[in-house]
């Protein structure tokens, strides 16, 4: 595979893992949902997304990526603390 091609699909992994996220959020939310599995996937996600933009070595797919998922890493820790407040 060429070189350019695999940088190219590594930023749009990065960018597909905030999709994802967002599908995810919006079929996982209500009133019965597991907020320890919502926060794991977020953050399992974010981390993969980070990574997947910093590998893509190109500006622009670095700069998208990093916002947007460290935008779902922040979101995921906002719901952690909403857990620990809310506690069982």
Excluded: C, D, E
């Excluded at 599908?23 to 907020?35: E, V």
């Excluded at 990526?65 to 809310?86: P, Q």
Aim: without cysteine; aromatic residues 12%.
């Amino acid at each position: 595979m060429n070189k350019k091609k695999a940088k190219n699909i590594l930023g749009v992994l990065s960018i597909l893992t905030v999709v994802i996220s967002i599908i995810f959020f919006f079929i996982t939310r209500g009133p019965n949902s597991s907020l320890t599995l919502a926060i794991s996937v977020f953050t399992v996600l974010s981390v993969l997304g980070i990574i997947f933009a910093i590998t893509s070595k190109k500006l622009w797919f670095i700069v998208i990526g990093i916002i947007l998922n460290s935008a779902v890493l922040v979101f995921a820790y906002f719901l952690l603390i909403a857990l620990a407040i809310g506690g069982p």
